[in-house]
């Protein structure tokens, strides 16, 4: 079965996601249980936990639309169980949280909000189930908010550091969360799905994105004088070195936590997804699988070029994500000015720094066909063992068809044909 679909091509550059670089390291901190259908009296459910990022949450994608969700029904066709998630993921989670305390709150997940940190988010699930050993499949990711999200948008950061960063936080932090996680939940499976090129060498570069890559990078002093070409091909392998370096490390630590369990007379049962997106996949490239601005299909006017780049686009675009009038509303009433209560200069522009950044949270974030990729190469990786992990309500539930192993990458040289497991 092939899936075709128009994939949004647009003009801007690649550094329109800088206000995602605010939204990233941001969490949100109520307790998200997301459930679209109400609990059937069906025996012998699965039970699925969601923990993680704004990629695990499906940032500007509706419910139908997220990775989590297209799994749940799949599993739900292939064992003929019941499966019941349980969604803690949310825009922003870091692995561990700095220190302080959250002053907005929300329950609207798309809302960025420090908290809660993912292994918060392990915390709030353990209480929910009560019986953890319950638990079957777990999907988590995390790590690019530790490493900050700015880091790898501006176009002065050192490589050398980058890297370092990278596998402290992607390879020895996640070690740690996956080694309590299957601690916590000692029955589940637990499949942890890559990240991607956010910038490549094919995503556009106009006066426009000039613009906002100045205003992003310049902020150090040493990168003033960089030159336009010097800063794109700096983010360009920036962007490169987080792709590689995250997805080795975040392999590594799989590998290690599933060694120690074996060595422990246990069986391995954490999997690892690479997600394969292409060069031609990043941001704002001909054939994006991320979320950009709404452009419509006409060019922008002299003054309406003019009014985007003199305030970085905050007057004349929205994102072009599925939820942003939801979501826009969310982060207005979240950010809204406090009443009765005197603010400082710096807390105010903080407000309003966050409040813009909220409703934008969505770009850079896998779209629809971006989040069918990521629920392809999950399912590459439960097609062996749903038999195995007992999953099945009966053996016929399993097609015949699939007799061998079948690899987790999907991505094909164009996202038109992108193959669907079925």
């Not at 550059?13 to 939204?23: C, D, S, T």
Request: overall charge positive.
């Amino acid at each position: 079965m092939r899936i075709r679909e128009l994939i949004s091509k647009s003009t801007l550059a690649p550094l329109m996601i800088a206000i995602l670089a605010l939204v990233a390291v941001s969490t949100s901190s109520a307790q998200r249980t997301l459930s679209a259908n109400p609990q059937s009296s069906v025996p012998d459910p699965l039970h699925m936990l969601v923990l993680g990022d704004s990629i695990m949450w499906g940032q500007g994608l509706k419910t139908q639309d997220k990775t989590w969700w297209r799994l749940k029904n799949w599993l739900q066709a292939k064992t003929g169980r019941e499966v019941r998630e349980k969604i803690e993921a949310h825009s922003g989670a870091a692995i561990e949280a700095g220190a302080g305390s959250e002053r907005f709150t929300s329950n609207d997940g798309e809302v960025n909000l420090f908290r809660p940190s993912i292994n918060e988010q392990v915390d709030d699930a353990r209480s929910f189930y009560g019986t953890t050993s319950k638990v079957d499949l777990i999907l988590v990711n995390g790590c690019i908010n530790d490493v900050d999200v700015r880091n790898l948008l501006d176009a002065s950061t050192s490589l050398d550091l980058l890297e370092v960063s990278i596998k402290e936080k992607c390879g020895g932090r996640m070690e740690s969360l996956l080694r309590r996680v299957t601690r916590e939940f000692p029955n589940a499976y637990i499949v942890v799905p890559g990240y991607y090129r956010i910038i490549s060498s094919l995503s556009s570069h106009n006066s426009f994105t000039r613009r906002l890559v100045k205003n992003l990078t310049t902020q150090k002093p040493e990168a003033r004088e960089m030159s336009d070409k010097q800063m794109r091909e700096n983010l360009v392998a920036i962007s490169e070195l987080w792709y590689q370096v995250s997805t080795r490390s975040l392999a590594n630590a799989v590998e290690a936590v599933n060694a120690e369990l074996l060595q422990n007379a246990g069986k391995p049962r954490i999997l690892f997804a690479e997600i394969e997106f292409a060069p031609e996949h990043a941001f704002s490239a001909p054939d994006t699988l991320l979320w950009n601005f709404m452009f419509g299909s006409t060019n922008l006017s002299g003054l309406r070029h003019a009014i985007v780049v003199i305030t970085l686009g905050t007057a004349a675009y929205k994102a072009d994500d599925e939820v942003r009038d939801r979501r826009s509303k969310s982060c207005k009433e979240t950010y809204q000015r406090p009443k009765g209560k005197r603010e400082e200069k710096a807390e105010k522009e903080e407000r309003e720094a966050r409040y813009l950044a909220c409703r934008y949270a969505s770009l850079g974030h896998p779209n629809k066909m971006g989040a069918l990729v990521y629920t392809e190469a999950i399912k590459g990786q439960l097609h062996g063992i749903i038999k195995s992990a007992a999953w099945l309500r009966n053996l016929s539930a399993l097609p015949k068809t699939h007799s061998k192993p079948v690899s987790g990458h999907f991505v094909t040289n164009r996202t038109s044909d992108i193959v669907v497991l079925q």
